[in-house]
């Protein structure tokens, strides 16, 4: 079947934005996700947005969703060292979760 | 908070040997799943279970099984182990159906299977 697809890496420097993006299959998906997997531990849920909102703002964090192009964004302003991780896209469909391959970010001092 | 606890966090087992991996979820979750994990594969779906006694194939159920005996508690069994096996296990619970919440897995801290 089709992915969620987003890019493996990213390195930013301490204190820039970083951008992860991420296309999706399923326009009739009721939520997206943005899962951030620590090392050595478990995804834990950063952020979601409902399929009917264009943007969502939590602190340094800003999602945007194109529902026509089917691509989700998640911006990170000011970004520090310990916000080096996994980041995940995923979408809802039904009861079904599907995964993206996640960005891999890393933040240079 | 929920809580997710996978049984062991590191294994390592011989080519054909049979192999547990127990995930017990403490908020009374209907969903429960186990996903693998691999470099650039991202997660993959192994097997899904609604409810007690039931259990349904995911993406890539060949050389798995599960078992859902209790509500709170999902095992993923390996018959005979293989070296292709050799991966990061993660166990997910969520509450069943959209309704008025967002569908958001709850993970446990992953199993790290080598097989030798």
Known sequence: GEDVEQSLFLSVREGDSSVINCTYTDSSSTYLYWYKQEPGAGLQLLTYIFSNMDMKQDQRLTVLLNKKDKHLSLRIADTQTGDSAIYFCAESIRNDMRFGAGTRLTVKP | ?116
């Open chain 2, 1 to 116: 908070d929920v809580k997710v606890t996978q049984s062991s966090r590191y294994l390592v087992k011989r080519t054909g040997e049979k192999v547990f991996l127990e995930c017990v979820q403490d908020m009374d979750h209907e969903n429960m799943f186990w996903y693998r994990q691999d470099p650039g594969l991202g997660l993959r779906l192994i097997y899904f279970s609604y409810d007690v006694k039931m259990k349904e194939k995911g993406d890539i159920p060949e050389g798995y099984s599960v078992s859902r005996e209790k509500k709170e508690r999902f095992s993923l069994i390996l018959e005979s182990a293989s070296t292709n096996q050799t991966s990061m296990y993660l166990c997910a619970s969520s509450f069943f159906g959209t309704g008025s919440n967002t569908g958001e897995l709850f993970f446990g801290e992953g199993s790290r299977l080598t097989v030798l």
